[in-house]
């Protein structure tokens, strides 16, 4: 079975500056996706950026970007210039062929002005 | 703009009173999902349905049901809430992996239920 592990709970961040939140991930399956879902507060989960495994370069979307090492089974998340509206509960997810998906516990995200 | 759409927002019901929750999507996704998430915890997947096709989680209560009569909606029916089912109930559709791999899921607004 596949496991996601996201090791901090909670962070800050001061506005305009820069966070990475870690997620690590255990699977023996060579070919998934992995997923970052973003859910403010009492607000809908909202895809924010994807990765395919059998990509090697990194995916960006604006001001967020992911670190996939894949030989480490590791798929960090960076904010660039975090905005206030960045704060919510970040979700790793894995996913291999089939849909489903795999969370990890989650990161509350605060953004400080 | 194409949605997923959960109603209500906010759900009161009495412990052990059936309690129905409705999920609707304008996607014309053929994937339909309801998950279970307490606070500051990931969301637990329930069950989900291939087109008609219901797939139950192994560990989700007898207590709790689904029915998708079409496409576009899906229902979670609560057969006797107790106080352990308050949560936010999230309802999330995609297209299957036949129309190509990766196909990220889209979530509702959610249902709080609340359990007095």
């Known amino acids: 079975a596949q496991t996601v592990t996201q090791s901090q709970p909670e962070m800050s961040v001061q506005e305009a500056e820069t966070v990475t939140l870690s997620c690590t991930y255990d699977t023996s399956e060579n070919n998934y996706y992995l997923f970052w879902y973003k859910q403010p507060p009492s607000r809908q989960m909202i895809l924010v950026i994807r990765q395919e495994a059998y990509k090697q370069q990194n995916a960006t979307e604006n001001r967020f970007s992911v670190n996939f090492q894949k030989a480490a089974k590791s798929f960090s998340l960076k904010i660039s210039d975090s905005q206030l509206g960045d704060t919510a509960m970040y979700f790793c997810?894995?996913?291999?062929?089939?849909?489903?998906?795999?969370f990890g516990g989650g990161t509350r995200l605060m953004v400080k002005p | 703009d194409a949605m997923v759409i959960q109603n209500p927002r906010y759900q009161v019901t009495q412990f052990g009173k059936p309690v129905t929750l409705s999920c609707s999507q304008t996607l014309n996704h053929n994937v339909m999902y309801w998950y279970q998430q307490k606070s500051s915890q990931a969301p637990k997947l329930l069950f989900h349905?291939?087109?008609?096709?219901?797939?139950n989680e192994a560990d989700t209560p007898d207590n709790f049901q689904s029915r998708r009569p079409n496409t576009s909606f899906c229902f979670l029916d609560i057969r006797s809430p107790g106080l352990g089912d308050a949560a936010m109930y999230l309802c999330?559709?995609?297209?299957?992996?036949?129309?190509?791999?990766?196909?990220?899921?889209?979530f509702g607004d959610g249902t709080r239920l609340s359990i007095l």
């Open positions: 349905y291939y087109d008609k096709d219901f797939n």
């Open positions: 997810a894995f996913m291999e062929a089939g849909n489903m998906l795999t």
């Open positions: 999330a559709t995609s297209r299957d992996s036949s129309a190509g791999s990766n196909q990220p899921q889209h």
